[in-house]
């Protein structure tokens, strides 16, 4: 398993550690307030012992979808719910242990991406969005793109000109959002079957994390000019996930 995703499976085994050491503490506390009889005491241990399995068992699913290279379809809810419950856990006890935020984010990135990989989903040009984030347009140009990005007028001053390009070679949907809500907006009115995201690590592990079942593979933005401002990305890596989703490549 390459070391980018190793940092965010290893997080995920700590967090899972964490939540196991607190359910007997959990369960002691509510032990020492009376009105809480027997019975009680056992509903609730059966319920977090079930949520422990779970996650258990996803993180389990994760590493061997991982190892096999191939989703495994009846374990996709779980995958799913140990990583919506335990990302942000991930977060704090990698800050507890001194590491990045960023580059938690970007190991959790990775291996949602090799997830999206083994899905081995194959669509039509016309079932994928690539999704553009604003910063990626030249603070310089007057065009609305966010508006319509074919009000861009391909001066070739900023990336999206080659993105546009590109969309219309694989007949992808191309959007810009300028934040999460107009994202889910777009993502509600076009309705397609797979996502392409452009962003930094914080947006596009929010955007994952908010996607439910739609395969959604982050590409991670160049910020040559600091967060927001005149971002850039690697056409080349926008164009091999494209090859994935459409050709299966
Ligand atoms: S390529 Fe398009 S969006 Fe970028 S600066 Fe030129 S007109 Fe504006």
Known sequence: MESKKRIYIGLLIVSLTAVTILIPLILFLLRQNTQFSKVMLIIIATILGGLFLLLGLGILAIIIMIVRSKTIPSLDNITKLANELLFPLTLVIGKVLGIKSEKI?????????????????????????????HCLQNNECPHKITMDINNCKQCGKCCVSDLVKLSQKYSAIIKVATGGTLARKLIKECRPSGVIAVACERDLSMGIQDSGALPVFGVLNCRPNGPCFNTSVDIDKVEQALIMICKGG
């Open 105 to 133: 984010r970007s190991s959790y990135i990775a291996v949602n991406n090799y997830l999206v990989k083994s899905k081995h989903i194959i669509l039509n040009g016309e079932r994928v969005m690539i999704l553009l984030p």
